[in-house]
């Protein structure tokens, strides 16, 4: 079975830190885009962040630059989003997913052309 899983969510303190992962099993991560993207309560899905497949390009959503970082191991066949400083506006169902081609980054951080989808896994940011 092809599918996509998200970890490493759960409920963190404003300025604190968490790194989720996103596992594929059934297929291999690294000729694939790999897009983070975030969905709060009432709220539209957000695109975060994405990685190129071939050659690690990274793009980030003005509000979380400087503060998360997405990075790929292929060994491991995991994309990861390490998230610092973190503040209650990050919170929300993340989610992963995959998709293949020159896909333009506007398209990419919509959610255009990604074929394949996690669940998600939650982030609480609060005191």
């Known amino acids: 079975q092809l599918q996509l899983v998200e970890s490493g969510g759960g409920l963190v303190q404003p300025g604190g830190s968490l790194r989720l992962s996103c596992t594929a099993s059934?297929?291999?991560?690294?000729?694939?885009?790999i897009a983070w993207f975030r969905q709060a309560p009432g709220k539209e899905r957000e695109g975060v962040s994405f990685?190129?497949?071939?050659?690690?390009?990274?793009y980030y959503t003005g509000s979380v630059k400087g503060r998360f970082t997405i990075s790929r191991d292929n060994a491991k066949n995991t994309v990861y989003l390490e998230m610092n400083d973190l503040k209650p506006e990050d919170t929300g169902v993340y989610l992963c997913?995959?998709?293949?081609?020159?896909?333009?980054?506007?398209?990419?951080?919509?959610?255009?052309?990604?074929?394949?989808w996690g669940q998600g896994t939650l982030v609480t940011v609060s005191s």
């Open positions: 997913a995959a998709g293949k081609g020159r896909l333009p980054i506007g398209l990419i951080m919509e959610g255009g052309g990604l074929e394949r």
């Open positions: 059934g297929f291999t991560l690294d000729t694939y885009i």
């Open positions: 990685i190129s497949s071939t050659d690690d390009i990274t």
